[in-house]
T-cell receptor, first 111, second 113 residues
Framework: EADIYQTPRYLVIGTGKKITLECSQT?????MYWYQQDPGMELHLIHY???????EKGDLSSESTVSRIRTEHFPLTLESARPSHTSQYLC??????????FGQGTRLTVV | QKEVEQNSGPLSVPEGAIASLNCTYS??????FFWYRQYSGKSPELIMS????GDKEDGRFTAQLNKASQYVSLLIRDSQPSDSATYLC?????????????FGTGTQLKVEL
């Protein structure tokens, strides 16, 4: 059973607000990922981390930022939300590449 | 060109038939491969992993890896309506900082009654 948690599950927020999407895992995994996915569309990697203090941009350019101060925690921040940021954000973790476990996702709507 | 390629489908099969899902990969992808299932509105879940050339069976699922052809497949025997989902192929992308999981676009499978 995978233990990776995302909060909130749903978020509706106004344009210009700062938001932080939380992701935590209790499995001690080194690698963590953030993906963005629109309904019926493919997964896009926006951030990943190999370990503490190690973060890199993914394949899809994103205005969001991430931090990895603790192994178990990988939050994603949007300084100023816009309607174009409306999407589902999925967090995942893995010990080695592959065998990744996903959180439940955060469905973000910016109005 | 994507590092992991899949046909987006939809692939429609009758109930009880064998569903065959295919994936090709580039030279930049290492020899570790994974199949994920994603139901509509849900997160992907890992269903199979394969690391060696050949077949790997788990219940109704069989993963096949052909390194010479750079080809990975997933067979689902006795397909059920509950198997209707999007199936994502993933591989470990070789990068300077280590391996990074990379996904194909996914193949939508519809199992019809």
């Amino acid at each position: 059973e995978a233990d990776i948690y995302q909060t909130p599950r749903y978020l509706v927020i106004g344009t210009g607000k700062k938001i932080t999407l939380e992701c935590s895992q209790t499995m001690g995994h080194d690698k963590m990922y953030w993906y963005q996915q629109d309904p019926g569309m493919e997964l896009h990697l926006i951030h990943y981390s190999y370990g503490v203090n190690s973060t890199e941009k993914g394949d899809l350019s994103s205005e969001s930022t991430v931090s990895r101060i603790r192994t178990e925690h990988f939050p994603l921040t949007l300084e100023s939300a816009r309607p174009s940021h409306t999407s589902q954000y999925l967090c995942a973790s893995s010990v080695q590449t592959g065998s990744a476990f996903f959180g439940q996702g955060t469905r973000l709507t910016v109005v | 060109q994507k590092e992991v390629e899949q046909n987006s489908g939809p692939l429609s099969v009758p109930e009880g038939a064998i569903a065959s899902l295919n994936c090709t990969y580039s030279d930049r992808v290492s020899q570790s491969f994974f199949w994920y299932r994603q139901y509509s509105g849900k997160s992907p879940e890992l269903i199979m992993s394969i690391y060696s050339n050949g077949d790997k069976e788990d219940g109704r699922f069989t993963a096949q890896l052909n390194k010479a052809s750079q080809y990975v497949s997933l067979l689902i025997r006795d397909s059920q309506p509950s198997d209707s989902a999007t199936y994502l192929c993933a591989g470990a992308l070789l990068t300077g900082g280590g391996n990074k999981l990379t996904f194909g676009t996914g193949t939508q499978l519809k199992v019809e009654l």
